[in-house]
């Protein structure tokens, strides 16, 4: 491997592993307010369980090259999910802002994995992009399935709102 291409790639993948950890805690947040969305929650707990396999997938990416994950960014990139969860807690439309963040947060994974790929290549590493096309491939289904439900939760937000219950979450 060609000693910069190597460098910028691990540092990809320990980015990568640091926003895996980001989005557990972002979903883990979101997951524990869902009262009237039991789809949503669903398929939050399963992606939540992808992505510790995906943040799985980059550590063994990372000791096949010799290498660790970086505690410190893992500790901030987490802190960060927590505190943009929560940032949306007390909005009345909690759940409209969460779909709308999740679905650019799974289009900026998807970018991340897409880039890893290229990186992998330009490395000479032969063997993670297997992991890489996995996650890539688990990312796309999510962001599928934000896409594919967005008018839905909207849908029920807005009917819920206007039979005067409770909707946010």
């Keep these: 491997m060609s000693e910069s291409y190597r460098d ?6 320990v980015n990568a592993r640091a926003l895996e950890t980001q989005a557990i805690q972002l979903l883990s947040r979101q997951v524990e307010r869902l009262e009237n969305y039991p789809e949503v929650e669903a398929a939050l707990r399963r992606h939540i369980t992808e992505s510790e396999q995906q943040r799985d997938r980059l550590d063994g990416i990372l000791s096949a090259l010799g290498t660790s994950a970086s505690g410190v960014k893992d500790l901030f990139t987490g802190l960060m999910g927590n505190v943009a969860a929560l940032a949306h807690a007390p909005m009345q439309d909690e759940i409209l802002k969460n779909s709308l963040a999740n679905y650019a947060f799974e289009h900026f994974e998807i970018a991340s994995y897409k880039s890893l790929l290229t990186l992998a290549e330009l490395a000479g590493d032969t063997q993670g992009p297997t992991a890489l096309q996995q996650s890539l491939a688990e990312e796309q ?6 896409e594919d439900n967005l008018d839905a939760i909207v849908r029920k937000y807005a009917t819920l709102t ?4 409770k909707a946010g979450v």
């Design 8 to 13: 910028t790639y691990v540092t990809g993948l």
């Design 162 to 165: 206007a039979q005067g219950a």
């Design 141 to 146: 289904r999510m962001a599928q399935w934000c």
